[in-house]
């Protein structure tokens, strides 16, 4: 994997998750003053646009090291962090499909379903991405007595 392609994804999940995590905070932690609000926090819609901006960037920079990265390492039979590895690429479907059928549909029952698929999804994503990132790190040597 190239630098470009491996800080693509980086700064790519940082923005998307991050964005993510505090629009799912001022969404459901964050209780506003006005009982009338249609928000619950002022920068709520900023945020949620913002992170549907930043969406493409992941699904661009996970496309672009699937094809360069996963596929052939899935085809040469590599196995370190493979376990990891593959839980990102097949995690990355539901992920991406959910969020944007939440972004379509109508239907309230079926969007409180795409909430539900998109925020599990993306939890396990983030979740994923940091032990497949440790996992990435050589183990500490002890040093010798």
Do not use: C
């Not at 085809?75 to 992920?95: E, H, I, K, N």
């Amino acid at each position: 994997m190239t630098r470009f392609e491996a800080w693509s994804l980086h700064v790519s999940n940082v923005l998307v998750g991050g964005t993510g995590l505090v629009y799912a905070w001022m969404k459901y932690l964050v209780r506003p003053d006005d009982p009338y609000a249609v928000v619950n926090h002022p920068l709520q819609p900023e945020v949620q646009h913002l992170h549907v901006l930043f969406a493409p960037l992941l699904v661009f920079a996970g496309g672009m090291i699937f094809r360069r990265y996963v596929w052939a390492r899935v085809r040469s039979g590599y196995r370190p962090r493979r376990p990891t590895g593959l839980l990102l690429a097949l995690q990355l479907v539901p992920m991406v499909a959910s969020g944007y059928l939440l972004q379509t549909t109508t239907d309230e029952a079926w969007n409180a379903i795409w909430v539900w698929v998109h925020v599990a999804a993306s939890s396990l994503w983030i979740l994923s991405y940091g032990v497949h990132l440790v996992s990435a790190r050589p183990a500490a040597v002890e040093p010798q007595t």
